[in-house]
C-alpha cells in the first residue's frame, strides 16, 4: 500500500538524519552544537509561555497521552 | 563533542545551557538535601545533544517516608515550585505510594515540569544503583546508566524513543559496554539492528 511505503520511507529519513546530526555534534566543539541546541529549545520554552492552558487542563491533557503511550508499548 | 566518559562519571568541557538545563539544575539543588534521586528517559538525550524540545523531565527518588516527601513538600512550595497535581501533601504522597508520577513546575508555569516518581521495580532499582554523574557547569547531575536508557527507549517503541535511542547509541558507541547494552535488550525483549543499533 502506498501510504505504508510512505510511512517507512519517512522513517528511515528519520533514521538517517539522527545517525547524521550525532555523526555533526561527535565532530563539534561541545561550545558549538549546544549553542545551536539552546536556540532551539529555549525557543520552545518561548513558544510554551504562550500555551493557553491552566494546570488542571495541562494534567488532563498528558494524562490522556499517558494512557495512549500505554497503550502503544510492545 | 568534547566529553570524557567513564563508567559513572560523564564530563563536557565547555556545554552551553539551555533554559532546560537551568531548570533541572534548579530543581535538583532543592531536591538534593532531601533525597538522592536519578534522572530518566527524555532528557538523557536532550542532555547530550538531541535537537528536540520536551515538555517535562522524569526523575526517580527512593521511597520516601510521609513525612519526609511532606518536607520535601513544604521545601520545594517555599522555594517557588507548585505541585500541578490538584492534591494537597497527603494526596500526593498517595499518589506516589500508589506508582503514578506527580508534576511539579515554577510557579505559574507548567512547562518545563518534572515528573516525579518512587522507584517502583528491579529496572529502576538498577538504574538508580547505577546511576552515573554528568558534570555539567558547577554542578553534577545524576542519569541512568546510557546502556540501560538504549534498551528501555527501544522497549518503548514510538518513534521519538527509537530516535533517542539510536541518538545516544551513535554517541556513545565507542564507550558502551557492549555486553551490558546486550544483556538489558534482552532483558527488554528488544532488538536494535533494523534501527542500525548493532551489536
Request: net charge positive; hydrophobic share 40%.
Given at each position: 500500500?502506498?501510504?505504508?511505503?510512505?510511512?517507512?520511507?519517512?522513517?528511515?529519513?528519520?533514521?538517517?538524519?539522527?545517525?547524521?546530526?550525532?555523526?555533526?555534534?561527535?565532530?563539534?566543539?561541545?561550545?558549538?552544537?549546544?549553542?545551536?541546541?539552546?536556540?532551539?529549545?529555549?525557543?520552545?520554552?518561548?513558544?510554551?509561555?504562550?500555551?493557553?492552558?491552566?494546570?488542571?487542563?495541562?494534567?488532563?491533557?498528558?494524562?490522556?497521552?499517558?494512557?495512549?503511550?500505554?497503550?502503544?508499548?510492545? | 563533542?568534547?566529553?570524557?566518559?567513564?563508567?559513572?562519571?560523564?564530563?563536557?568541557?565547555?556545554?552551553?545551557?539551555?533554559?532546560?538545563?537551568?531548570?533541572?539544575?534548579?530543581?535538583?539543588?532543592?531536591?538534593?538535601?532531601?533525597?538522592?534521586?536519578?534522572?530518566?528517559?527524555?532528557?538523557?538525550?536532550?542532555?547530550?545533544?538531541?535537537s528536540r524540545g520536551t515538555e517535562d523531565v522524569d526523575i526517580l527518588v527512593p521511597r520516601l517516608e510521609k513525612e519526609a516527601f511532606g518536607d520535601l513538600h513544604a521545601t520545594l512550595s517555599a522555594q517557588g515550585y507548585e505541585f500541578l497535581n490538584a492534591e494537597g501533601a497527603d494526596g500526593l504522597y498517595d499518589m506516589l505510594m500508589n506508582r503514578m508520577g506527580i508534576r511539579?513546575?515554577?510557579?505559574?508555569?507548567?512547562?518545563?515540569?518534572?515528573?516525579?516518581?518512587?522507584?517502583?521495580?528491579?529496572?529502576?532499582?538498577?538504574?538508580?544503583?547505577?546511576?552515573?554523574?554528568?558534570?555539567?557547569?558547577?554542578?553534577?547531575?545524576?542519569?541512568?546508566?546510557?546502556?540501560?536508557?538504549?534498551?528501555?527507549?527501544?522497549?518503548?517503541?514510538?518513534?521519538?524513543?527509537?530516535?533517542?535511542?539510536?541518538?545516544?547509541?551513535?554517541?556513545?558507541?565507542?564507550?558502551?559496554?557492549?555486553?551490558?547494552?546486550?544483556?538489558?535488550?534482552?532483558?527488554?525483549?528488544?532488538?536494535?539492528?533494523?534501527?542500525?543499533?548493532?551489536?
Open positions: 500500500m502506498e501510504l505504508a511505503f510512505d510511512k517507512q520511507a519517512n522513517r528511515k529519513e528519520r533514521l538517517a538524519f539522527v545517525r547524521a546530526y550525532a555523526a555533526w555534534v561527535k565532530r563539534t566543539p561541545d561550545a558549538e552544537w549546544s549553542r545551536q541546541q539552546a536556540e532551539l529549545i529555549d525557543s520552545f520554552f518561548e513558544n510554551a509561555r504562550n500555551m493557553p492552558l491552566t494546570s488542571r487542563e495541562y494534567i488532563e491533557r498528558v494524562a490522556g497521552r499517558g494512557r495512549s503511550k500505554k497503550t502503544s508499548r510492545r | 563533542m568534547d566529553i570524557r566518559y567513564s563508567k559513572d562519571t560523564i564530563t563536557f568541557s565547555e556545554k552551553h545551557l539551555t533554559r532546560l538545563d537551568m531548570f533541572v539544575l534548579g530543581f535538583i539543588r532543592v531536591l538534593e538535601p532531601c533525597t538522592p534521586y536519578v534522572i530518566v528517559s527524555g532528557y538523557v538525550a536532550i542532555l547530550f545533544g538531541r511539579i513546575a515554577r510557579t505559574d508555569q507548567f512547562i518545563p515540569n518534572i515528573e516525579l516518581k518512587f522507584l517502583k521495580d528491579d529496572v529502576d532499582q538498577r538504574v538508580f544503583a547505577d546511576r552515573v554523574g554528568v558534570n555539567l557547569s558547577d554542578a553534577t547531575v545524576y542519569i541512568s546508566p546510557i546502556e540501560i536508557q538504549i534498551a528501555y527507549k527501544l522497549y518503548l517503541g514510538s518513534e521519538k524513543d527509537i530516535e533517542d535511542a539510536l541518538y545516544l547509541f551513535e554517541i556513545f558507541k565507542n564507550d558502551l559496554d557492549q555486553q551490558n547494552l546486550k544483556a538489558w535488550m534482552k532483558k527488554f525483549g528488544v532488538r536494535g539492528d533494523e534501527y542500525g543499533i548493532g551489536i
